[in-house]
Protein backbone atom coordinates (compact mmCIF):
# COMPACT_ATOMS: atom_id res chain seq x y z
CA UNK A 1 0.00 0.00 0.00
CA UNK A 2 2.81 2.17 1.09
CA UNK A 3 4.38 1.92 -2.21
CA UNK A 4 1.18 2.34 -4.48
CA UNK A 5 0.42 5.44 -2.71
CA UNK A 6 4.20 6.82 -3.26
CA UNK A 7 3.55 5.72 -6.86
CA UNK A 8 0.30 7.98 -7.16
CA UNK A 9 1.92 10.82 -5.56
CA UNK A 10 4.96 10.34 -7.78
CA UNK A 11 2.26 10.59 -10.76
CA UNK A 12 0.09 13.54 -9.11
CA UNK A 13 3.28 15.91 -9.34
CA UNK A 14 4.88 14.66 -12.83
CA UNK A 15 0.97 15.30 -13.92
CA UNK A 16 0.86 18.78 -11.80
CA UNK A 17 4.37 19.59 -13.60
CA UNK A 18 3.18 18.88 -16.81
CA UNK A 19 0.20 20.90 -16.23
CA UNK A 20 2.26 23.67 -15.29
CA UNK A 21 3.36 23.88 -19.15
CA UNK A 22 0.03 23.51 -20.80
CA UNK A 23 -0.76 25.89 -23.10
CA UNK A 24 -4.38 25.35 -22.56
CA UNK A 25 -4.27 25.73 -18.95
CA UNK A 26 -2.59 29.13 -19.60
CA UNK A 27 -5.06 29.82 -22.28
CA UNK A 28 -7.61 28.95 -19.69
CA UNK A 29 -6.17 31.44 -17.01
CA UNK A 30 -6.42 34.65 -19.55
CA UNK A 31 -9.99 33.57 -20.49
CA UNK A 32 -11.01 33.32 -16.55
CA UNK A 33 -8.83 36.82 -16.05
CA UNK A 34 -10.48 38.64 -19.08
CA UNK A 35 -13.95 37.19 -17.74
CA UNK A 36 -13.74 38.79 -14.73
CA UNK A 37 -12.38 41.77 -15.39
CA UNK A 38 -15.38 42.63 -17.82
CA UNK A 39 -17.90 41.08 -15.70
CA UNK A 40 -16.88 44.20 -13.16
CA UNK A 41 -16.58 46.77 -16.13
CA UNK A 42 -20.17 45.89 -16.87
CA UNK A 43 -22.01 44.56 -13.61
CA UNK A 44 -21.84 48.47 -13.07
CA UNK A 45 -23.72 49.23 -16.22
CA UNK A 46 -27.29 49.13 -15.16
CA UNK A 47 -26.83 49.62 -11.39
CA UNK A 48 -24.88 53.09 -11.34
CA UNK A 49 -26.79 55.04 -13.03
CA UNK A 50 -29.85 54.38 -11.71
CA UNK A 51 -28.05 54.25 -8.30
CA UNK A 52 -26.52 58.08 -8.61
CA UNK A 53 -29.64 58.93 -9.51
CA UNK A 54 -30.99 57.70 -6.69
CA UNK A 55 -28.46 59.02 -4.42
CA UNK A 56 -28.77 62.48 -6.06
CA UNK A 57 -32.74 63.06 -5.50
CA UNK A 58 -32.59 61.36 -1.82
CA UNK A 59 -29.82 64.10 -1.19
CA UNK A 60 -32.37 67.04 -2.81
CA UNK A 61 -35.30 65.46 -0.55
CA UNK A 62 -32.94 65.73 2.47
CA UNK A 63 -31.70 69.16 2.10
CA UNK A 64 -35.47 70.47 1.27
CA UNK A 65 -36.73 68.46 4.40
CA UNK A 66 -34.03 70.49 6.23
CA UNK A 67 -34.90 74.30 4.60
CA UNK A 68 -38.16 74.10 5.10
CA UNK A 69 -38.10 73.61 8.81
CA UNK A 70 -35.35 75.97 9.19
CA UNK A 71 -36.97 78.84 7.18
CA UNK A 72 -40.22 78.37 9.74
CA UNK A 73 -40.49 80.97 12.85
CA UNK A 74 -40.41 79.68 15.37
CA UNK A 75 -39.93 76.31 14.13
CA UNK A 76 -37.08 74.04 15.95
CA UNK A 77 -33.86 73.54 14.24
CA UNK A 78 -32.78 69.67 14.06
CA UNK A 79 -29.12 68.50 15.01
CA UNK A 80 -28.93 64.79 14.07
CA UNK A 81 -26.48 62.56 15.85
CA UNK A 82 -25.06 59.83 13.97
CA UNK A 83 -24.00 57.88 16.77
CA UNK A 84 -26.93 57.50 18.90
CA UNK A 85 -29.53 58.56 16.88
CA UNK A 86 -30.89 61.08 19.11
CA UNK A 87 -32.36 64.46 17.57
CA UNK A 88 -31.36 67.81 19.47
CA UNK A 89 -33.65 70.81 18.54
CA UNK A 90 -33.20 74.56 19.62
CA UNK A 91 -35.96 76.77 19.06
CA UNK A 92 -34.88 79.65 15.85
CA UNK A 93 -34.98 82.72 18.06
CA UNK A 94 -32.09 80.74 20.07
CA UNK A 95 -33.51 79.95 23.36
CA UNK A 96 -32.38 77.33 25.13
CA UNK A 97 -35.58 74.88 24.24
CA UNK A 98 -33.56 71.65 23.46
CA UNK A 99 -34.88 67.89 23.60
CA UNK A 100 -33.47 64.55 22.96
CA UNK A 101 -35.54 62.41 20.95
CA UNK A 102 -35.05 59.08 19.77
CA UNK A 103 -35.82 58.99 15.60
CA UNK A 104 -34.68 56.15 12.99
CA UNK A 105 -32.02 57.17 11.25
CA UNK A 106 -31.81 56.02 7.39
CA UNK A 107 -29.32 56.33 4.38
CA UNK A 108 -32.01 58.33 2.43
CA UNK A 109 -35.54 59.06 2.91
CA UNK A 110 -38.18 56.23 1.20
CA UNK A 111 -39.25 57.08 -2.62
CA UNK A 112 -42.07 55.78 -4.07
CA UNK A 113 -41.72 52.24 -5.94
CA UNK A 114 -41.48 53.09 -9.20
CA UNK A 115 -39.56 56.30 -8.98
CA UNK A 116 -36.57 55.59 -10.49
CA UNK A 117 -38.07 53.41 -13.22
CA UNK A 118 -39.76 56.42 -14.67
CA UNK A 119 -38.49 60.01 -13.81
CA UNK A 120 -39.26 61.22 -17.03
CA UNK A 121 -37.33 63.96 -18.81
CA UNK A 122 -35.75 66.79 -16.66
CA UNK A 123 -32.66 68.60 -16.80
CA UNK A 124 -31.44 66.49 -13.44
CA UNK A 125 -31.38 63.43 -15.90
CA UNK A 126 -29.54 64.14 -18.43
CA UNK A 127 -26.83 65.98 -16.22
CA UNK A 128 -26.67 62.34 -14.67
CA UNK A 129 -25.41 61.60 -18.50
CA UNK A 130 -21.92 63.55 -17.69
CA UNK A 131 -21.48 62.50 -13.98
CA UNK A 132 -21.89 58.72 -14.66
CA UNK A 133 -20.11 59.08 -18.17
CA UNK A 134 -17.08 60.48 -16.49
CA UNK A 135 -17.20 57.34 -13.58
CA UNK A 136 -16.95 54.88 -16.45
CA UNK A 137 -14.88 56.28 -18.40
CA UNK A 138 -11.90 56.97 -15.34
CA UNK A 139 -11.45 53.42 -15.14
CA UNK A 140 -10.30 53.34 -19.17
CA UNK A 141 -8.50 56.49 -18.91
CA UNK A 142 -6.41 55.05 -15.84
CA UNK A 143 -5.40 51.83 -17.81
CA UNK A 144 -4.87 54.18 -20.97
CA UNK A 145 -2.05 55.86 -18.57
CA UNK A 146 -0.58 52.39 -17.08
CA UNK A 147 -0.21 50.79 -20.03
CA UNK A 148 2.89 52.13 -21.52
CA UNK A 149 4.35 50.66 -18.69
CA UNK A 150 2.93 47.52 -18.10
CA UNK A 151 3.84 46.75 -21.54
CA UNK A 152 7.71 47.17 -21.58
CA UNK A 153 7.87 45.68 -18.08
CA UNK A 154 6.28 42.41 -19.02
CA UNK A 155 9.20 42.27 -21.71
CA UNK A 156 11.69 42.81 -18.38
CA UNK A 157 10.29 40.14 -16.06
CA UNK A 158 8.11 37.83 -17.92
CA UNK A 159 3.94 37.67 -17.87
CA UNK A 160 3.53 35.84 -14.34
CA UNK A 161 3.97 38.75 -11.86
CA UNK A 162 2.41 40.95 -13.93
CA UNK A 163 -0.89 39.65 -14.27
CA UNK A 164 -0.92 37.76 -10.68
CA UNK A 165 -0.86 41.89 -9.67
CA UNK A 166 -3.46 42.66 -11.96
CA UNK A 167 -5.73 39.86 -10.02
CA UNK A 168 -4.79 41.39 -6.58
CA UNK A 169 -6.18 45.10 -7.95
CA UNK A 170 -8.67 43.94 -9.32
CA UNK A 171 -9.63 41.98 -5.88
CA UNK A 172 -9.41 45.40 -4.05
CA UNK A 173 -11.28 47.48 -6.60
CA UNK A 174 -14.32 44.85 -6.53
CA UNK A 175 -14.64 44.95 -2.53
CA UNK A 176 -14.16 48.90 -2.57
CA UNK A 177 -17.26 48.64 -5.34
CA UNK A 178 -19.30 46.14 -3.07
CA UNK A 179 -19.36 48.81 0.06
CA UNK A 180 -19.20 52.67 -1.07
CA UNK A 181 -22.06 54.42 -0.76
CA UNK A 182 -20.61 57.68 -2.65
CA UNK A 183 -19.60 59.09 -5.86
CA UNK A 184 -15.89 59.87 -4.95
CA UNK A 185 -15.61 56.53 -3.28
CA UNK A 186 -17.18 54.87 -6.53
CA UNK A 187 -15.08 56.94 -9.03
CA UNK A 188 -11.85 55.28 -6.68
CA UNK A 189 -12.60 52.27 -7.37
CA UNK A 190 -13.47 52.37 -11.11
CA UNK A 191 -9.99 54.34 -11.47
CA UNK A 192 -8.07 51.57 -9.62
CA UNK A 193 -9.67 48.37 -11.67
CA UNK A 194 -7.99 50.33 -14.79
CA UNK A 195 -4.46 49.67 -12.94
CA UNK A 196 -5.76 46.04 -12.61
CA UNK A 197 -7.21 45.49 -16.12
CA UNK A 198 -3.93 47.00 -17.33
CA UNK A 199 -2.19 44.10 -15.82
CA UNK A 200 -4.60 41.40 -16.60
CA UNK A 201 -4.73 42.29 -20.48
CA UNK A 202 -1.28 42.95 -21.59
CA UNK A 203 0.38 40.29 -19.88
CA UNK A 204 -2.37 37.75 -20.60
CA UNK A 205 -2.41 38.80 -24.47
CA UNK A 206 1.12 38.61 -24.72
CA UNK A 207 1.76 35.46 -23.22
CA UNK A 208 -0.76 34.02 -25.32
CA UNK A 209 1.16 35.57 -28.36
CA UNK A 210 4.07 33.96 -26.85
CA UNK A 211 3.03 30.36 -26.43
CA UNK A 212 0.67 30.37 -29.53
CA UNK A 213 3.85 31.05 -32.57
CA UNK A 214 1.68 29.95 -34.93
CA UNK A 215 -0.84 32.81 -36.78
CA UNK A 216 -3.45 30.39 -37.45
CA UNK A 217 -3.17 29.02 -33.89
CA UNK A 218 -2.73 32.11 -32.33
CA UNK A 219 -5.82 33.81 -33.80
CA UNK A 220 -7.72 30.77 -32.55
CA UNK A 221 -6.47 30.94 -29.11
CA UNK A 222 -6.93 34.55 -28.93
CA UNK A 223 -10.44 34.30 -30.21
CA UNK A 224 -10.64 32.16 -27.67
CA UNK A 225 -9.36 34.67 -25.25
CA UNK A 226 -11.74 37.19 -26.30
CA UNK A 227 -14.66 34.81 -25.80
CA UNK A 228 -13.77 35.51 -21.91
CA UNK A 229 -14.16 38.99 -22.40
CA UNK A 230 -17.29 38.28 -24.58
CA UNK A 231 -18.81 36.14 -21.41
CA UNK A 232 -17.62 38.96 -18.91
CA UNK A 233 -19.86 41.95 -21.12
CA UNK A 234 -22.58 38.57 -21.38
CA UNK A 235 -23.12 37.91 -18.29
CA UNK A 236 -22.45 41.31 -16.42
CA UNK A 237 -25.57 43.72 -17.36
CA UNK A 238 -28.19 41.34 -16.60
CA UNK A 239 -26.53 39.79 -13.84
CA UNK A 240 -26.05 43.23 -12.26
CA UNK A 241 -29.34 44.73 -12.87
CA UNK A 242 -31.08 41.50 -11.69
CA UNK A 243 -28.97 41.48 -8.38
CA UNK A 244 -29.40 45.24 -7.91
CA UNK A 245 -33.18 44.82 -8.27
CA UNK A 246 -33.87 41.95 -6.06
CA UNK A 247 -31.26 41.71 -3.55
CA UNK A 248 -28.98 45.43 -3.63
CA UNK A 249 -26.00 46.87 -4.92
CA UNK A 250 -23.37 44.81 -2.25
CA UNK A 251 -24.27 41.06 -3.68
CA UNK A 252 -23.10 41.29 -7.36
CA UNK A 253 -19.89 42.69 -6.40
CA UNK A 254 -19.01 39.94 -3.29
CA UNK A 255 -20.11 37.49 -5.87
CA UNK A 256 -17.66 38.38 -8.41
CA UNK A 257 -14.81 38.83 -5.61
CA UNK A 258 -15.14 35.22 -4.75
CA UNK A 259 -14.59 34.39 -8.18
CA UNK A 260 -11.59 36.39 -8.47
CA UNK A 261 -10.23 34.61 -5.81
CA UNK A 262 -10.74 31.31 -7.56
CA UNK A 263 -8.67 33.46 -10.73
CA UNK A 264 -5.93 34.19 -8.24
CA UNK A 265 -4.94 30.45 -6.78
CA UNK A 266 -5.68 29.05 -10.22
CA UNK A 267 -2.67 31.40 -11.10
CA UNK A 268 -0.60 30.52 -8.14
CA UNK A 269 -0.76 26.66 -8.97
CA UNK A 270 -0.38 27.10 -12.70
CA UNK A 271 2.25 30.15 -13.29
CA UNK A 272 4.24 30.35 -10.26
CA UNK A 273 4.40 34.33 -10.03
CA UNK A 274 6.82 34.46 -7.19
CA UNK A 275 9.21 33.98 -10.62
CA UNK A 276 10.98 36.79 -12.48
CA UNK A 277 11.59 35.53 -16.02
CA UNK A 278 14.70 37.18 -17.22
CA UNK A 279 14.56 39.15 -20.35
CA UNK A 280 15.97 37.15 -23.34
CA UNK A 281 15.42 39.08 -25.97
CA UNK A 282 15.40 42.69 -26.26
CA UNK A 283 12.09 43.80 -27.95
CA UNK A 284 11.11 46.85 -30.28
CA UNK A 285 10.64 50.10 -28.15
CA UNK A 286 7.66 51.43 -27.72
CA UNK A 287 7.52 54.57 -29.99
CA UNK A 288 8.97 52.93 -32.89
CA UNK A 289 5.78 50.41 -32.69
CA UNK A 290 3.51 53.55 -32.31
CA UNK A 291 5.24 54.50 -35.72
CA UNK A 292 4.24 51.87 -37.56
CA UNK A 293 1.85 53.05 -39.87
CA UNK A 294 0.16 49.87 -39.81
CA UNK A 295 -0.09 49.16 -36.68
CA UNK A 296 -1.94 52.37 -36.07
CA UNK A 297 -4.49 51.18 -38.38
CA UNK A 298 -4.83 48.14 -36.33
CA UNK A 299 -5.08 50.00 -33.13
CA UNK A 300 -7.53 52.42 -34.69
CA UNK A 301 -10.18 50.23 -35.86
CA UNK A 302 -10.02 48.68 -31.87
CA UNK A 303 -10.59 52.11 -30.58
CA UNK A 304 -13.27 53.26 -32.98
CA UNK A 305 -15.18 50.11 -33.10
CA UNK A 306 -15.14 49.73 -29.50
CA UNK A 307 -16.13 53.15 -28.82
CA UNK A 308 -19.77 52.65 -30.08
CA UNK A 309 -20.22 50.17 -27.34
CA UNK A 310 -18.50 51.99 -24.72
CA UNK A 311 -20.58 55.36 -25.94
CA UNK A 312 -23.78 52.62 -25.46
CA UNK A 313 -23.21 51.80 -21.85
CA UNK A 314 -23.74 55.20 -20.11
CA UNK A 315 -25.76 56.74 -22.24
CA UNK A 316 -28.69 54.11 -23.27
CA UNK A 317 -29.99 53.57 -19.93
CA UNK A 318 -30.76 56.87 -19.19
CA UNK A 319 -32.33 57.53 -22.55
CA UNK A 320 -34.21 53.91 -22.22
CA UNK A 321 -35.48 55.73 -18.67
CA UNK A 322 -36.55 58.98 -20.54
CA UNK A 323 -38.29 57.86 -23.40
CA UNK A 324 -38.99 54.22 -22.80
CA UNK A 325 -39.65 53.99 -18.79
CA UNK A 326 -37.61 51.44 -18.21
CA UNK A 327 -37.42 49.51 -15.33
CA UNK A 328 -34.13 48.78 -13.29
CA UNK A 329 -33.71 45.40 -14.86
CA UNK A 330 -34.69 46.62 -18.49
CA UNK A 331 -30.80 49.02 -18.32
CA UNK A 332 -29.00 45.69 -18.32
CA UNK A 333 -31.01 43.09 -20.45
CA UNK A 334 -30.98 45.94 -22.83
CA UNK A 335 -27.45 45.03 -23.52
CA UNK A 336 -27.66 41.28 -23.53
CA UNK A 337 -28.34 41.28 -27.71
CA UNK A 338 -24.82 42.61 -27.90
CA UNK A 339 -23.49 41.02 -25.27
CA UNK A 340 -24.44 37.06 -26.80
CA UNK A 341 -23.81 38.22 -30.22
CA UNK A 342 -19.74 39.50 -29.26
CA UNK A 343 -19.43 35.99 -27.78
CA UNK A 344 -20.90 34.64 -31.07
CA UNK A 345 -18.57 36.91 -33.79
CA UNK A 346 -15.12 36.27 -31.55
CA UNK A 347 -15.22 32.12 -31.96
CA UNK A 348 -16.77 32.39 -35.52
CA UNK A 349 -14.46 35.02 -36.78
CA UNK A 350 -11.14 33.81 -34.44
CA UNK A 351 -10.49 30.66 -37.17
CA UNK A 352 -12.59 32.46 -40.23
CA UNK A 353 -10.94 35.88 -40.11
CA UNK A 354 -7.65 34.18 -41.24
CA UNK A 355 -9.31 32.30 -44.06
CA UNK A 356 -10.77 35.27 -45.41
CA UNK A 357 -8.31 37.68 -44.16
CA UNK A 358 -8.80 40.01 -41.10
CA UNK A 359 -8.53 43.33 -43.19
CA UNK A 360 -11.92 42.22 -44.66
CA UNK A 361 -13.12 40.89 -41.36
CA UNK A 362 -12.40 43.87 -40.08
CA UNK A 363 -13.63 46.58 -43.22
CA UNK A 364 -17.44 44.56 -43.24
CA UNK A 365 -17.39 44.77 -38.90
CA UNK A 366 -16.26 48.73 -38.96
CA UNK A 367 -19.57 49.27 -41.61
CA UNK A 368 -22.18 46.81 -39.42
CA UNK A 369 -21.18 48.70 -35.65
CA UNK A 370 -21.81 52.17 -37.90
CA UNK A 371 -24.88 50.94 -39.23
CA UNK A 372 -26.68 49.18 -36.34
CA UNK A 373 -25.51 52.13 -34.08
CA UNK A 374 -27.33 54.47 -36.34
CA UNK A 375 -30.52 52.31 -36.06
CA UNK A 376 -30.41 52.80 -32.41
CA UNK A 377 -32.41 55.80 -31.88
CA UNK A 378 -35.50 54.32 -33.82
CA UNK A 379 -36.21 51.74 -31.28
CA UNK A 380 -39.50 52.73 -29.29
CA UNK A 381 -39.12 49.83 -26.43
CA UNK A 382 -36.81 47.85 -25.44
CA UNK A 383 -37.33 44.97 -28.09
CA UNK A 384 -36.76 47.11 -30.96
CA UNK A 385 -32.98 46.84 -29.46
CA UNK A 386 -32.59 43.60 -30.17
CA UNK A 387 -31.18 43.97 -33.62
CA UNK A 388 -29.64 46.94 -33.44
CA UNK A 389 -27.74 45.82 -30.29
CA UNK A 390 -27.33 42.40 -31.82
CA UNK A 391 -25.52 43.74 -35.00
CA UNK A 392 -23.07 46.05 -32.80
CA UNK A 393 -22.12 43.03 -31.13
CA UNK A 394 -21.37 40.95 -33.55
CA UNK A 395 -19.41 43.33 -35.64
CA UNK A 396 -17.29 43.67 -32.42
CA UNK A 397 -16.46 40.74 -32.26
CA UNK A 398 -15.56 40.40 -35.92
CA UNK A 399 -13.21 43.56 -35.54
CA UNK A 400 -11.43 42.76 -32.27
CA UNK A 401 -10.83 38.85 -33.16
CA UNK A 402 -9.42 39.84 -36.42
CA UNK A 403 -7.11 42.98 -35.03
CA UNK A 404 -5.89 41.67 -31.91
CA UNK A 405 -3.93 38.42 -33.75
CA UNK A 406 -3.26 40.52 -36.40
CA UNK A 407 -1.39 43.33 -33.97
CA UNK A 408 1.13 39.95 -33.46
CA UNK A 409 1.46 39.03 -36.83
CA UNK A 410 2.80 42.70 -37.76
CA UNK A 411 5.21 42.60 -34.96
CA UNK A 412 7.01 39.14 -36.04
CA UNK A 413 6.84 40.42 -39.60
CA UNK A 414 7.59 44.02 -39.56
CA UNK A 415 9.55 44.10 -35.66
CA UNK A 416 11.32 41.74 -32.91
CA UNK A 417 8.73 38.89 -31.91
CA UNK A 418 8.11 40.47 -28.33
CA UNK A 419 4.68 41.17 -28.00
CA UNK A 420 4.26 42.65 -24.37
CA UNK A 421 4.82 46.39 -26.10
CA UNK A 422 2.45 45.70 -29.12
CA UNK A 423 -0.06 44.49 -26.73
CA UNK A 424 0.25 47.35 -24.54
CA UNK A 425 -0.94 49.17 -27.95
CA UNK A 426 -3.93 47.05 -28.76
CA UNK A 427 -5.04 48.02 -25.14
CA UNK A 428 -4.16 51.42 -25.50
CA UNK A 429 -6.83 51.33 -28.51
CA UNK A 430 -9.44 49.76 -26.51
CA UNK A 431 -9.10 51.49 -23.74
CA UNK A 432 -9.00 55.38 -25.57
CA UNK A 433 -12.44 54.04 -26.60
CA UNK A 434 -14.28 53.51 -23.27
CA UNK A 435 -12.01 56.25 -22.53
CA UNK A 436 -13.43 58.78 -24.58
CA UNK A 437 -16.64 56.68 -25.44
CA UNK A 438 -18.37 57.90 -21.81
CA UNK A 439 -16.74 61.07 -21.56
CA UNK A 440 -17.44 62.55 -24.60
CA UNK A 441 -20.83 60.57 -25.18
CA UNK A 442 -22.05 61.90 -21.93
CA UNK A 443 -21.46 65.72 -22.89
CA UNK A 444 -22.46 65.01 -26.34
CA UNK A 445 -25.92 63.13 -25.22
CA UNK A 446 -26.45 66.28 -22.58
CA UNK A 447 -26.00 68.75 -25.22
CA UNK A 448 -27.30 67.69 -28.51
CA UNK A 449 -28.66 64.57 -27.60
CA UNK A 450 -29.04 60.52 -27.82
CA UNK A 451 -29.96 60.02 -31.37
CA UNK A 452 -27.31 62.64 -32.63
CA UNK A 453 -24.33 61.14 -30.65
CA UNK A 454 -25.14 57.19 -32.46
CA UNK A 455 -25.54 58.90 -35.60
CA UNK A 456 -21.78 61.05 -35.20
CA UNK A 457 -19.92 57.72 -33.98
CA UNK A 458 -22.06 55.62 -36.89
CA UNK A 459 -20.57 57.92 -39.69
CA UNK A 460 -17.03 57.81 -37.73
CA UNK A 461 -17.10 54.29 -38.08
CA UNK A 462 -17.86 53.68 -41.58
CA UNK A 463 -15.56 56.33 -42.82
CA UNK A 464 -12.42 54.65 -41.03
CA UNK A 465 -13.91 51.21 -42.44
CA UNK A 466 -11.56 51.40 -45.69
CA UNK A 467 -8.04 52.34 -44.03
CA UNK A 468 -8.51 48.35 -43.44
CA UNK A 469 -7.31 47.73 -47.03
CA UNK A 470 -3.81 48.95 -46.36
CA UNK A 471 -3.84 45.45 -44.05
CA UNK A 472 -4.23 43.20 -46.54
CA UNK A 473 -0.54 42.77 -47.29
CA UNK A 474 1.32 44.60 -45.45
CA UNK A 475 5.36 45.00 -46.23
CA UNK A 476 7.66 43.14 -43.92
CA UNK A 477 11.53 42.34 -43.94
CA UNK A 478 11.98 39.20 -46.32
CA UNK A 479 13.89 37.42 -43.88
CA UNK A 480 10.76 37.71 -41.59
CA UNK A 481 8.42 36.62 -44.26
CA UNK A 482 10.85 33.58 -44.99
CA UNK A 483 10.74 32.25 -41.19
CA UNK A 484 6.76 33.09 -40.83
CA UNK A 485 6.40 30.91 -43.70
CA UNK A 486 8.66 28.25 -42.72
CA UNK A 487 6.98 28.45 -39.31
CA UNK A 488 3.46 28.15 -40.62
CA UNK A 489 4.18 25.70 -42.46
CA UNK A 490 6.14 23.38 -40.35
CA UNK A 491 3.94 24.07 -37.75
CA UNK A 492 0.87 22.22 -39.44
CA UNK A 493 3.26 18.89 -39.77
CA UNK A 494 3.75 18.94 -35.81
CA UNK A 495 2.19 17.25 -32.99
CA UNK A 496 2.16 19.28 -29.43
CA UNK A 497 3.20 17.02 -26.18
CA UNK A 498 1.36 17.37 -22.96
CA UNK A 499 3.47 20.47 -22.19
CA UNK A 500 2.86 22.35 -24.98
CA UNK A 501 6.28 23.65 -25.56
CA UNK A 502 8.10 20.51 -27.02
CA UNK A 503 7.24 18.78 -30.12
CA UNK A 504 7.42 15.50 -31.23
CA UNK A 505 7.77 14.51 -35.02
CA UNK A 506 10.06 15.07 -38.18
CA UNK A 507 13.11 16.83 -37.47
CA UNK A 508 13.15 20.70 -38.59
CA UNK A 509 15.50 19.90 -41.75
CA UNK A 510 13.10 17.20 -43.05
CA UNK A 511 10.22 19.70 -42.89
CA UNK A 512 12.25 22.46 -44.36
CA UNK A 513 12.58 20.21 -47.24
CA UNK A 514 9.10 18.76 -47.74
CA UNK A 515 8.37 22.80 -47.39
CA UNK A 516 10.31 23.44 -50.62
Not at 28 to 41: C, G, S, T
Not at 100 to 111: G, H, K, N
Amino acid sequence: MGGLDALRQFNLIKWLREERQSRKLILFIVFVALLLDNMLLTVVVPIIPSYLYNLDESTDTVLKNTTSQQGSPGAFNTIVSLYDNTVRSSSSNGTAAYKDQIVPTTAAPELPQNYSDCPGSSKKLLNENVKVGLLFASKATVQLITNPFIGPLTNRIGYQLPIFAGFCIMFLSTIMFAFSSSYALLFLARSLQGVGSSCSSVAGMGMLASVYTNDEERGHAIGIALGGLAMGVLVGPPFGSVMYEFVGKTAPFLILAFLALFDGALQLFVLQPTKVEPETQKGTPLLTLMKDPYILIAAGAICFGNMAIAMLEPTLPIWMMETMCARKWQLGVAFLPASISYLIGTNIFGTMAHKMGRWLCALIGMVVVGLSVLCVPFAKNIYGLIIPNFGVGFAIGMVDSSMMPIMGYLVDLRHVSVYGSVYAIADVAFCMGFALGPSIGGSIAESIGFPWLMTIIGIVDILFAPLCIFLRNPPGQEEKIAILMDTNCSMKTRSYSTQGTSYQGENMDQEYDEYD
